[in-house]
């Protein structure tokens, strides 16, 4: 059994791409391996600076990871703050990575160049060697991650390799894999980009909690094409390319097959609205009862900071071996 880490910032609202790209191949692996899923609160800090908003933002999360089916006796759900563990090997990872090195990573180029006239936290700057003590303490041999964290995994591999030089072998190395078919959702009113929550308007984004009502509609308005004409085509037809993944991702089949299922856009649709909306009905009435019931959850999330917990303190216990510390 591979040991696999992923890991989600809590900075906004779940949405339908995050659940077909990510979170449901969490819920559908979860017993094919031994998996640790972290809410990585101190990586949304680098970006943070309301009160409360944090701590609002990660049990938001953590009942939408127990509403899709994350099932904290099989999977082991945490926040990364509750294990103290990730600042603690964060910093012996601060030392063992260099300033030219973070300084090649497009990640913090992009981030920083978009807060320019924002506050860039040396948290955005570092934030690559918090993720490799994530991914380094539990002697991950796997990281399911998009192509845009393929170079975090990299300098996460660089890191470990550099330390067991130094201090012996203490690290392993984990592989960057992509996640089965992945489905990539597209905004629906701007195909051609993906669906994220931080787009400009809300209109082509399709919030996990949002109601039927409010579902059917923005798939109704989903931006498409004029020479109505239902077939599969990512370049020619990305808006209608988009609904039949969409929908085939939700119903398990084929784009191109219900492309030849389809003669106009108007059912497409509404088919498309009422199928994620009756995917999403279950996990909105569980998200509902679990987050009306605080105690619960914060009952689940000790359990995953037990195990978790338990874990990384030994991975620590032989770094700082490793290192040679004197012992306390
Ligand atoms: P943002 O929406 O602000 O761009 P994000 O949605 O990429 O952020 P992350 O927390 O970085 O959110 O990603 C969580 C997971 O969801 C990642 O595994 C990411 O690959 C996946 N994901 C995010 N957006 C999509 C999308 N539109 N289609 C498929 N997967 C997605
Ligand atoms: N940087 C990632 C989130 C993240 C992560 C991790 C992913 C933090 N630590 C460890 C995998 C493994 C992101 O922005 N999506």
Redesign the pocket.
Same mark, same amino acid.
């Given at each position: 059994m591979a040991r696999v880490?992923?890991? #989600? +910032?809590p900075t906004g609202d779940v949405h339908l791409g995050n659940y077909l790209g990510a979170l449901r191949n969490w819920v559908s692996g979860q017993h094919a391996n031994d998996v640790f899923h972290?809410i &990585?609160d101190l !990586?949304a800090l680098t970006v943070t600076d309301t009160p409360g908003e944090l701590g609002r933002n990660t049990i938001e999360l953590a009942a939408m990871l127990f509403a899709v089916g994350l099932d904290p006796l099989v999977a082991t759900v945490f926040v990364q703050s509750h294990v103290a563990e990730h600042s603690q090997l964060g910093w012996i990872m601060e030392c063992t990575v260099s300033f030219g090195e973070l300084s090649r990573m497009t +990640?913090f180029k992009d981030k920083s160049a978009k807060r320019e006239a924002d506050f860039v936290s040396a948290g955005l700057f570092t934030?690559p060697a918090? +993720?490799a003590a994530? #991914?380094l303490l539990y002697d991950a041999n796997e &990281?399911p &991650?998009g192509d845009? +964290?393929r170079q !975090?995994i990299e300098i996460t591999r660089d890191i470990a390799t550099r330390f067991n030089h130094r201090f012996g072998d203490t690290f392993v190395l984990p592989k960057a894999v992509t996640p089965p078919a992945g489905a990539r959702v597209m905004d629906l009113t701007d195909p051609t980009s993906k669906m994220s929550k931080s787009s400009e308007t809300e209109a082509g984004c399709v919030y996990m909690l949002d109601a039927p009502s409010v579902i059917e509609k923005k798939f109704k308005r989903a931006v498409t094409d004029s020479d109505n004409e239902v077939r599969y085509d990512r370049d020619a037809k990305p808006g209608i390319a988009n609904l039949l993944d969409i929908l085939g991702a939700v119903t398990n089949t084929p784009a191109t097959t219900l492309a030849d299922q389809y003669h106009q856009y108007g059912s497409l649709k509404s088919d498309c609205g009422a199928a994620v909306a009756e995917m999403l009905a279950p996990i909105q009435q569980r998200y509902n009862e679990l987050i009306g019931d605080p105690a619960e959850l914060g009952r689940l999330l000790r359990i995953g900071a037990e195990k978790a917990t338990a874990v990384a303190q030994v991975t620590l216990e032989r770094a700082h071996r490793a290192i040679g510390f004197y012992p306390r």
């Open positions: 880490l992923s890991c #989600i +910032q972290g &990585v !990586h +990640q934030y918090l +993720q994530d #991914i &990281v &991650v845009d +964290q !975090h």
